[in-house]
């Protein structure tokens, strides 16, 4: 071996070498990263494949686990009447509630993104009920649609209107939640990402196509909603996510009904895993669940190509 390729082989073997420091920064690293793995994996990864393998057991939380291989799932797709019925209810909900609550937290941010005198107040004004406790906020709109006395009710009587059952009845029940849910989420985060998205738009882009004759609606259509396509699907992926979820504003404010009108596919698990403690059931419902939702992300991830516009991209 001639010397030169001794001496590329010290190199080698002096940058392999791990200096102290380096060791003790390692270390370091590890130690302050220690609290989030141990989380991650006690509290999500641990129990995510407990539930995995009592899927396919007969298991009530208390009992040990009885192995009955695919049953869960067989049944789930057979003999539970409330299985589909669910699965209709929450995707109702999410494809009426979602997509109108994003255009309508676009067009807020719009206008909040106006630079006329008042815009923080008014900014102020839009945000607060995202701040509202969801219990609280349910309670609130218990009382406001409430069939006998409640507020929206005494005004369509004093219009020479029938007073509508909205919780009670199983018709108006799915869209007084998507009215709350409204109400809540407009004004919220989503809104507040829509600003961010809008300014960080370019003025120039807008000068641009000033100086070409556009006009505001010209400008909104061409320039602005282009450049906010990348927001717009960050807002409809997460929202998606969220009201395919729905679970705590049903069971509060209705418990599933009147009639199962509210019976959404989240409250389904929550009462098979702590009404009924088939908690085997209700893993299978989950994991039947989870892969539902990454499959419908994946597929807004596909069709998210053929209109979502990445600016300098």
Same mark, same amino acid.
């Given at each position: 071996?001639? /010397?030169?390729?001794q001496?590329?082989?010290?190199?080698?073997?002096?940058? =392999?070498?791990? /200096? %102290?420091?380096?060791?003790?920064?390692?270390?370091?690293?590890?130690?302050?990263?220690?609290p989030?793995?141990i989380?991650?994996?006690?509290?999500?990864?641990g129990? $995510?494949?407990?539930?995995?393998?009592y /899927?396919f057991?007969?298991?009530d939380?208390?009992s &040990?686990?009885?192995?009955?291989?695919?049953?869960n799932?067989? &049944?789930?797709?057979?003999?539970d009447? @409330?299985?589909?019925?669910?699965?209709g +209810?929450?995707f109702?909900?999410t494809?009426?509630?979602?997509?109108?609550?994003?255009?309508?937290s676009? @067009?807020a941010?719009?206008l909040?993104?106006?630079?006329?005198?008042g815009?923080? *107040?008014f900014?102020? @004004?839009f945000?607060m009920p995202s701040?509202?406790?969801?219990v609280?906020a349910?309670?609130?709109w218990?009382w406001?649609?409430?069939t006998?006395w409640g507020?929206?009710n005494?005004?369509?009587?004093a219009l020479? #209107?029938?007073? *509508?059952?909205?919780? !009670?009845? +199983?018709?108006?029940?799915?869209?007084?939640l998507?009215? #709350?849910?409204?109400w +809540? /989420?407009i004004?919220g985060?989503? #809104? *507040?990402i829509?600003?961010?998205?809008?300014q960080?738009? %370019?003025?120039?882009m807008y000068?641009? $196509?000033?100086i070409d004759?556009?006009g505001?609606?010209?400008?909104?259509?061409?320039? !602005?909603i282009?450049?906010?396509?990348p927001t717009?699907?960050?807002?409809?992926?997460?929202?998606?996510?969220?009201?395919?979820?729905?679970?705590?504003?049903a069971?509060v404010? !209705?418990?599933?009904?009147?009639?199962y009108?509210?019976?959404?596919?989240?409250?389904?698990i929550y &009462?098979q895993?702590?009404?009924y403690w088939?908690?085997?059931y209700?893993?299978?419902?989950?994991?039947?669940?989870?892969i539902?939702?990454?499959?419908?992300?994946?597929?807004?991830?596909r069709?998210?190509t =053929?209109w979502?516009?990445y600016y300098?991209?």
């Amino acid at each position: 071996m001639d /010397s030169s390729a001794q001496v590329g082989i010290a190199a080698a073997a002096r940058k =392999r070498r791990i /200096s %102290p420091a380096r060791v003790r920064e390692n270390v370091y690293g590890y130690l302050f990263m220690a609290p989030w793995l141990i989380g991650f994996v006690g509290l999500f990864v641990g129990p $995510a494949l407990a539930s995995l393998y009592y /899927s396919f057991c007969q298991y009530d939380a208390i009992s &040990k686990p009885l192995w009955i291989g695919g049953a869960n799932y067989v &049944k789930m797709f057979t003999t539970d009447e @409330l299985f589909f019925p669910s699965l209709g +209810r929450t995707f109702y909900y999410t494809a009426v509630s979602v997509p109108i609550g994003v255009l309508l937290s676009m @067009l807020a941010a719009i206008l909040l993104n106006m630079k006329v005198k008042g815009t923080v *107040i008014f900014r102020t @004004l839009f945000f607060m009920p995202s701040l509202v406790p969801l219990v609280s906020a349910v309670v609130l709109w218990l009382w406001l649609l409430n069939t006998e006395w409640g507020i929206v009710n005494q005004g369509l009587r004093a219009l020479g #209107m029938n007073g *509508i059952g909205w919780f !009670t009845d +199983r018709y108006y029940a799915i869209p007084s939640l998507i009215l #709350m849910a409204w109400w +809540r /989420s407009i004004g919220g985060t989503r #809104m *507040i990402i829509f600003l961010a998205g809008l300014q960080g738009i %370019p003025e120039e882009m807008y000068d641009a $196509a000033a100086i070409d004759g556009a006009g505001a609606w010209n400008r909104t259509i061409h320039v !602005t909603i282009p450049l906010l396509s990348p927001t717009i699907f960050f807002n409809l992926v997460l929202g998606l996510i969220g009201a395919l979820q729905e679970f705590a504003a049903a069971f509060v404010a !209705t418990e599933g009904g009147p009639v199962y009108a509210t019976w959404f596919f989240g409250l389904h698990i929550y &009462k098979q895993a702590f009404d009924y403690w088939n908690t085997g059931y209700a893993s299978a419902l989950a994991w039947v669940f989870a892969i539902m939702i990454i499959g419908l992300t994946i597929v807004q991830q596909r069709l998210s190509t =053929r209109w979502v516009f990445y600016y300098g991209a």
